[in-house]
């Protein structure tokens, strides 16, 4: 066997691997697929004769691909959420035991990937490279450019958000008053009513066909934060969706002659709406359980 092939045939083990753990850290099944390729065009190019663990080197390679990726996707500053995120940041340490942990990560399903949209590159990367892959934070840390002690600091803060805004953590009636709210609120032009339900950081993210579909579904650009843009965005809108569970938790969706067109997942902290997502993509759409709600 030669080397090309024996190098084709260890990527090829952990294929599916690699394709998990980007499609947590990007959210989409496409870019997911762009991460695992890039990842095989670096491993095709380098030298890999003195690496020991393979599986290990190609988990820090695709993360540093998809960290890249996140960083081009999201020009926000890692700063920007906190007062501070140097090393010794004096940040409170998370209290989690490991199987909560493990249940935090596990149990949100899709909703996790609009927590996730939240967090700051780095958060992200660390939160799902430590809790949902087993990675510890001296191997975490060089990937952020942190120490381990900073990178166990962004995934403790990730951490917490994401406990905050998980849905298991929310009463799903009170979900579906907030959505039902919405809805109303935004049918019938209730600038006020909108912005009484959405928290001032929130965050509108569209994937690329809604953003395409544009002005046809909500006049949407590719992202929007901040309240008073948001309710903007859905001002006198919204008249033909119906509300819906989305990958479990409660949100909205426009369908047309039966078939899901557009999919508005929500995030909900609180009695605040913190995050919506469009995804209009057929394929992210056919992996979404949709079910509209009487």
């Given at each position: 066997?030669?080397?090309?092939?024996?190098?084709?045939?260890?990527?090829?083990?952990?294929?599916?691997?690699?394709?998990?753990?980007?499609?947590?850290?990007?959210?989409?099944?496409?870019?997911?697929?762009?991460?695992?390729?890039?990842t095989w065009v670096r491993l095709s190019r380098?030298?890999?004769?003195?690496?020991?663990?393979?599986?290990?080197?190609?988990?820090?390679?695709?993360?540093?691909?998809?960290?890249?990726?996140?960083?081009?996707?999201?020009?926000?500053?890692?700063?920007?959420?906190?007062?501070?995120?140097?090393?010794?940041?004096?940040?409170?340490?998370?209290?989690?035991?490991?199987?909560?942990?493990?249940?935090?990560?596990?149990?949100?399903?899709?909703?996790?990937?609009?927590?996730?949209?939240?967090?700051?590159?780095?958060?992200?990367?660390?939160?799902?490279?430590?809790?949902?892959?087993?990675?510890?934070?001296?191997?975490?840390?060089p990937i952020v450019g942190r120490t381990p002690t900073a990178a166990r600091q962004l995934a403790?803060?990730?951490?917490?958000?994401?406990?905050?805004?998980?849905?298991?953590?929310?009463?799903?009636?009170?979900?579906?008053?907030?959505?039902?709210?919405?809805?109303?609120?935004?049918?019938?032009?209730?600038?006020?009513?909108?912005?009484?339900?959405?928290?001032?950081?929130?965050?509108?993210?569209?994937?690329?066909?809604?953003?395409?579909?544009?002005?046809?579904?909500?006049?949407?650009?590719?992202?929007?934060?901040?309240?008073?843009?948001?309710?903007?965005?859905?001002?006198?809108?919204?008249?033909?969706?119906?509300?819906?569970?989305?990958?479990?938790?409660?949100?909205?969706?426009?369908?047309?002659?039966?078939?899901?067109?557009?999919?508005?997942?929500?995030?909900?902290?609180?009695?605040?709406?913190?995050?919506?997502?469009?995804?209009?993509?057929?394929?992210?759409?056919?992996?979404?359980?949709?079910?509209?709600?009487?």
């Amino acid at each position: 066997m030669t080397e090309n092939h024996w190098m084709a045939d260890r990527f090829e083990a952990d294929r599916e691997r690699l394709s998990a753990v980007a499609y947590r850290m990007l959210g989409s099944r496409s870019e997911a697929e762009d991460a695992v390729q890039e990842t095989w065009v670096r491993l095709s190019r380098t030298d890999t004769s003195d690496v020991e663990n393979m599986s290990g080197w190609l988990t820090t390679v695709i993360a540093r691909v998809c960290l890249d990726m996140l960083r081009s996707r999201d020009s926000r500053r890692e700063d920007s959420l906190t007062t501070g995120d140097s090393e010794t940041a004096d940040l409170p340490e998370d209290r989690a035991n490991p199987e909560e942990q493990a249940l935090i990560a596990d149990s949100v399903g899709f909703a996790l990937l609009v927590v996730l949209d939240t967090l700051t590159p780095t958060e992200r990367l660390a939160f799902v490279l430590h809790d949902m892959f087993d990675l510890s934070f001296d191997e975490i840390g060089p990937i952020v450019g942190r120490t381990p002690t900073a990178a166990r600091q962004l995934a403790s803060r990730a951490r917490r958000r994401v406990r905050g805004a998980s849905p298991r953590h929310e009463n799903r009636s009170r979900q579906r008053e907030i959505v039902d709210a919405f809805l109303a609120a935004s049918r019938g032009g209730d600038f006020d009513a909108l912005l009484s339900l959405l928290d001032p950081d929130v965050v509108l993210r569209a994937d690329e066909v809604a953003a395409v579909m544009g002005a046809s579904v909500m006049g949407a650009a590719k992202e929007v934060r901040g309240a008073r843009r948001v309710a903007e965005t859905f001002a006198g809108r919204a008249r033909g969706a119906q509300p819906a569970l989305i990958g479990g938790a409660v949100g909205f969706a426009w369908a047309q002659a039966g078939e899901t067109r557009v999919a508005f997942a929500m995030t909900i902290t609180g009695d605040k709406i913190t995050g919506i997502e469009l995804i209009a993509d057929p394929e992210r759409l056919r992996e979404l359980d949709v079910q509209f709600l009487d």
